[in-house]
């Protein structure tokens, strides 16, 4: 299937892109990250990152369909 996948902040510096569509086999939201992490080398854990399908937070175990937009959210400090 294919994803659009966003990246915010310190994965999206270590990406080096904003977004991109990718074709995958996984299943779930966490499955993704792992996949992504391995491929990248993204150092955040996945329990500090918030995922968002199609604009709406989900649990890691959320599946995921053909043509979905994941946006991985880390923390972020401000002031």
Known sequence: ????????????EQR????????TMVSSVSELYSELSAQFGFTLDP???RTAVNG???????????????????PVAGG
């Open 1 to 12: 299937m294919t994803i659009r996948v966003k990246y915010f902040a310190i994965l999206r």
């Open 47 to 49: 329990q500090f990152v």
């Open 56 to 74: 709406d937070f989900v649990d890691d175990d959320h599946l995921l369909t053909d043509n979905d937009e994941v946006v991985y959210i880390p």
């Open 16 to 23: 080096g892109l904003d977004e991109e569509s990718i074709t």
